[in-house]
């Protein structure tokens, strides 16, 4: 079992930046993709970006690419979202996922989640 526990949330103006954390707890952390999804009100969830075990591969959304990097860190159990250039479209619930297979995380249906963090950006 693992538990994932998202931070870094805020308020930001637009054009800033937030650096979203996700630190999982137990020790398969290492053997899991991980990912970062969000909901923004009255919307569906939907995928911004994963990173595969070893951190060698990385995907994205379209839109996000060039503003929001995925990395980790296996050491700290650690998984984390760079935005930067933020737009109020940003504004959502941002939710940390795992899972073994990165594909499954690509298709919304990983087995990890997180209770997610707000970030809200102002125009």
């Known amino acids: 079992q693992v538990q994932l526990v998202e931070s870094g949330g805020g308020l930001v103006q637009a054009g800033g930046s937030l650096r979203l954390s996700c630190v999982a707890s137990?020790?398969?952390?290492?053997?899991?993709?991980m990912g970062w999804f969000r909901q923004a009100p009255g919307q569906e969830r939907e995928f911004v970006a994963a990173i595969s075990n070893s951190g060698v591969d990385t995907y994205y959304v379209g839109s996000m690419k060039g503003r929001f990097t995925i990395s980790r860190d296996n050491a700290k159990n650690t998984v984390y979202l760079q935005m930067n250039s933020l737009k109020p479209e940003n504004t959502a619930v941002y939710y940390c996922?795992?899972?073994?297979?990165?594909?499954?995380?690509?298709?919304?249906?990983?087995?990890?989640w997180g209770q997610g963090t707000q970030v809200t950006v102002s125009s």
């Open positions: 137990g020790r398969t952390f290492s053997n899991n993709a």
């Open positions: 996922a795992g899972d073994y297979f990165i594909t499954t995380i690509r298709l919304g249906a990983a087995t990890y």
